[in-house]
């Protein structure tokens, strides 16, 4: 038998599981699609790896993308959760801060969600340090006991997270507590603070380890039985899975520490979009990922994607590195309703269950994917390359009867009128992550994937100015194939809270060298080589007295004039201004980077220019350039070569996804047979 030769993506969505199988012998992708099965998620995995029929023993890396976490809090599935604190300290996760956000920002009538953890499931315990981490009273093992007993065999929790006050500076009360329940409770499932994340803010630090005690039952089971049916069908490779912040770590890592999976399936598609950013040689690209119930969209800035190191959980904070993404409510399954007569679509979805009404399954309400049908641009025959047949008779009435008629629109009008109110939220939600923050989308070019991201870039483009729509194939996996490139990364911090003029430098290089130790370990423990291991140096930046910081690359040599040069070219690029005022370092970070080896963006010679070897029959769809039902030319992508052009009214239908380019754009193939859809004017 041979080694070991192929590598496995699969990646989770809301309405579907895509699976991506790259041959590293002979570079050749495929690619399938299965239902997602929300009550037991592992077998919408199971069923795509099956779909594929790929032969198990011959894997050697299963990578995976999960939404697992962020749905088990969306969905208030997660485990029976306890808090233990110190004394006096029991209501920091209860009171939160302040705050009230953004979109609900004039809504008098706003109240958060319902907390994950009750009151009568926090506890506090005697032992206290102080804000340079001294101790001020020492831990109370007696007290500890007796917290966990109430936690535990009175309220009956699963799960406790331990949060100390300044814990982040000296995690030893925290492990001895831990320690303590261990040998008391060995069932119950623990998260420390320090374990997660060493960085100031009390509430946010409490909240990142309460999340964690919240999935971890959950998302522990969901790869136990995964890793279980992958090895009764032979895998016996590497299981990775994804991390919010870009890389992957193995899935013991990851049941450590779940709550670095919550974004990992968007995360799949960035790490993919800043591979093609370089390879294709386009330093600035927006993502533009549209699947079964959300839009994601992320900046691509000089061939990297712009990172965060704190997320939003519904309205908990998430101290964890996560690419900077605006997500909304709006993908294919997203319900189209009107609203005192005004029409609205999403943020409720169809999801996979029932799923929209021309799936068939006992859906009523009609979605984006509905409209689709109405307008011409999904094949009811070849959906899902014809594995899946659509009703299209119900997803009209569903459209008609919904929305048409209680308007007084025809049917085509109102599906118009829902790509119309999508696009609107859309442009909103690109504007957020470019506009607002400095950045002309003129100059970008808009890389479409995930089941319908390809249905809408084309209007986004011409709506917002945007100078190029590109197209990869089988857009519907973009996010299974990026994950292919993923490396194995991990990321470790420090609270600093010096400015940096005053920053002993000496000090801080010792405190460098010691989390890039850490970082080093883990890469180890995770199977990285020492020749593929890179550790990268960063600064958390701010003006004393700012609330907002900025993250600075610094080099093993720590050159104060350079990092603040560094600070104020960022400063201006962001803000607009620089200022004389002294810097202050919040935080200093590592993040340890195991190479892999990334697959090969393949290319096809030219073809002879005329596309019309691809042409299948004509279709009447409802053009956006000229607001009427016309006919498209429909092309079969597998059929199309590099160097073809043409125009639209136009549908490229690759069967998992369909391109929509309306009058007035043209589309040229490029040597990697990706979609290049501009203006005319442009393309001319």
């Not at 594929?52 to 894997?59: A, E, K, R, W, Y």
Request: hydrophobic share 40%; aromatic share 6%.
């Amino acid at each position: 038998m041979s080694d070991p030769h192929i590598r496995l993506a699969v990646d989770i969505g809301g309405t579907f599981v895509d699976a991506m199988e790259l041959d590293t012998r002979t570079n050749r992708v495929r690619f399938r699609k299965a239902s997602t099965t929300p009550a037991r998620p592992w077998e919408g995995v199971l069923d795509a790896v099956t779909a594929l029929g790929t032969d198990l023993s011959q894997v050697e890396l299963f990578i995976h993308g999960t939404t697992l976490g962020l749905n088990a809090v969306l969905e208030r599935r997660g485990g029976a959760t306890g808090i233990i604190t110190n004394d006096g300290f029991r209501d920091i996760f209860l009171v939160g801060r302040g705050n009230v956000p953004s979109d609900h920002m004039y809504d008098f009538k706003y109240q958060r969600p319902e907390s994950l953890v009750q009151r009568r499931y926090t506890a506090g315990v005697t032992g206290r340090l102080d804000h340079k981490g001294r101790v001020v009273t020492e831990l109370d093992p007696d007290s500890v006991r007796a917290a966990a007993r109430e936690l535990v065999e009175t309220q009956g929790v699963k799960s406790i997270a331990i949060c100390f006050l300044h814990s982040f500076l000296d995690p030893t009360h925290e492990r001895a507590a831990a320690e303590i329940i261990r040998r008391e409770y060995p069932d119950v499932s623990l998260s420390l603070s320090t374990d997660i994340v060493r960085e100031y803010r009390e509430y946010e630090r409490t909240s990142t380890t309460v999340l964690e005690a919240y999935i971890r039952p959950i998302f522990e089971r969901y790869v136990d039985e995964l890793e279980r049916g992958l090895a009764e069908r032979g895998f016996a490779g590497r299981f990775l899975i994804m991390r919010s912040g870009g890389g992957s770590m193995t899935s013991t890592v990851a049941k450590t520490s779940p709550t670095h999976t919550v974004l990992s399936g968007p995360a799949g598609g960035i790490v993919g979009a800043a591979y093609l950013a370089n390879e294709l040689g386009r330093d600035n690209l927006l993502t533009f990922d549209i699947g079964g119930t959300s839009l994601d969209a992320c900046v691509i800035e000089r061939g990297s994607a712009v990172a965060a190191y704190e997320a939003q959980l519904e309205h908990f904070p998430l101290l964890i590195p996560t690419y900077d993404i605006r997500t909304i409510g709006a993908g294919g399954g997203s319900i189209a309703w009107l609203d005192r007569g005004l029409l609205k679509v999403g943020p409720h979805s169809a999801g996979a269950d029932p799923g929209p009404v021309c799936y068939g399954r006992g859906g009523t309400k009609p979605t984006v994917t509905d409209a689709s049908v109405v307008l011409g641009y999904v094949d009811p025959q070849r959906f899902l390359a014809g594995t899946m047949g659509l009703a299209d008779g119900a997803a009209r009435d569903a459209v008609r009867e919904q929305i048409a008629e209680p308007l007084g629109l025809s049917v085509e009008a109102a599906a118009a009128g829902i790509y119309d109110v999508l696009l609107a939220k859309t442009v909103g939600a690109v504007r957020q992550i470019t506009v607002e923050r400095g950045h002309d989308p003129r100059v970008f070019s808009l890389l479409a994937f995930g089941g319908a991201g390809p249905l809408l870039a084309p209007l986004l483009a011409r709506e917002m100015g945007i100078r190029e729509v590109v197209v990869p194939f089988a857009p519907s996996g973009f996010s299974a194939w990026g994950m292919l490139s993923a490396d194995i990364v991990d990321d470790f911090a420090r609270t600093v809270m010096a400015t940096l003029d005053d920053a002993d430098l000496d000090q801080i290089e010792a405190l460098f060298k010691g989390v890039e130790a850490e970082a080093l370990a883990s890469l180890r423990t995770q199977g990285v080589g020492e020749n593929d291991a890179i550790l990268e140096r960063q600064f958390e930046l701010r003006y004393l007295g700012q609330e907002h910081s900025l993250m600075v690359t610094v080099g093993q040599h720590l050159d104060p004039d350079a990092v603040r040069a560094s600070f104020e070219e960022l400063h201006r690029a962001r803000y607009g201004h620089a200022m004389d005022n002294r810097l202050q370092i919040l935080n200093l970070r590592v993040r340890g980077i195991g190479r892999t080896r990334r697959p090969e963006l393949a290319t096809a010679p030219a073809g002879d220019g005329d596309p019309t070897r691809a042409l299948l029959a004509p279709r009447d769809a409802y053009d956006f350039g000229t607001r009427e039902v016309v006919p498209f030319a429909v092309y079969d992508r597998s059929l199309l070569q590099p160097g073809d052009v043409f125009t639209g009214p136009a549908l490229v239908d690759e069967g998992t996804s369909t391109t929509v380019v309306p009058s007035g754009q043209r589309v040229e193939v490029d040597p990697h047979g990706y979609l290049l859809v501009t203006l005319e004017e442009a393309g001319a």
